[in-house]
Nanobody, 123 residues
Framework: QVQLVESGGGLVQAGGSLRLSCAAP????????MGWYRQAPGKQRELVAV???????NYADSVKGRFTVSRDNAKKAVYLQMNSLKPEDTAVYYC?????????????????WGQGTQVTVSS
């Protein structure tokens, strides 16, 4: 499988900004959709934002106009710029990526999750 490595979470006051990063190994063959999900205590994991290999994006209504998802295909990375953060944005944020990778002489499909990074917004 393909391991995704996340970084960038932390503690910020309401109205502040954070930028999350997530990268797959450079050796990954191709990545289709990449995105961000979050899970708050006692709640189900929910979609935050996704971006296709062609740059198409989709956002949760609760983050539209505040969050921006982007990707660098050469670096096999996806980013989430979070502005105007609110206490209700507090959650563990997970990146997700799906695509193909080399496994020996074969090409395999993957659908992987990052380890999660805590984002805490204080009021």
């Amino acid at each position: 499988q393909v391991q995704l490595v996340e970084s960038g979470g932390g503690l910020v006051q309401a109205g502040g900004s954070l930028r999350l990063s997530c990268a797959a190994p450079r050796s990954t063959l191709s990545i289709n959709t990449m995105g961000w999900y979050r899970q708050a205590p006692g709640k189900q994991r929910e979609l935050v934002a996704v971006i296709t290999s062609g740059g198409g994006t989709n956002y949760a209504d609760s983050v539209k106009g505040r969050f921006t998802v982007s990707r660098d295909n050469a670096k096999k990375a996806v980013y989430l710029q979070m502005n105007s953060l609110k206490p209700e944005d507090t959650a563990v944020y997970y990146c997700n990526a799906a695509g193909r990778y080399y496994s020996g002489d074969y090409i395999q499909r993957f659908d992987s999750w990052g380890q999660g990074t805590q984002v805490t917004v204080s009021s």
